[in-house]
């Protein structure tokens, strides 16, 4: 249960409004997820959020289906559920398959195993994998 309530275009003002608009415009849908309508409470912060997110998940160097995919590994990183299941719908309609989310899934896995090995055993980092 989300500990804010989730502002409707009518309850949303109108700075809220305006980003909900851009939401819309820019994912071509009239859908607008929950995540964005508990922000709507800070007009703010949801604008430099939405803003932050376009130019980040935006065309780039990396192809779009490895950006969500990449958001959907640190989402399971940092345990946020509605994060792993907003951007592995996101993945799949970009091109994810299912064998591409099990691989994912194991890479996640095996460098959630050998972090915590690393770290447990403060292995000291090879002087040719540091960039200066």
Excluded at 4 to 27: C, H, M, N, Q, Y
Excluded at 43 to 55: H, I, M, S
Excluded at 85 to 90: F, I, V
Aim: with cysteine; proline share 5%; hydrophobic share 45%.
């Amino acid at each position: 249960m989300a500990t804010v309530k989730l502002l409707s275009d009518t309850e949303a003002g109108p700075e809220a409004r305006a980003v909900f608009d851009d939401i819309r415009a820019t994912r071509g849908t009239d859908d607008i997820n929950n995540f964005w309508r508990a922000l709507a409470h800070d007009p703010a912060l949801l604008r430099a959020t939405w803003d932050r997110l376009k130019a980040v998940m935006g065309p780039g160097a990396l192809d779009p289906v490895v950006k969500e995919m990449l958001y959907v590994a640190v989402s399971i990183a940092n345990g946020c559920e509605y994060c792993v299941h907003s951007h592995s719908a996101a993945a799949r309609a970009k091109g994810m398959s299912p064998e591409m989310y099990g691989e994912l899934l194991a890479v996640v896995g095996m460098a959630s195993q050998t972090n915590a090995l690393a770290t447990g055993l403060q292995v000291p980092v090879d002087p040719q994998f540091r960039a200066d």
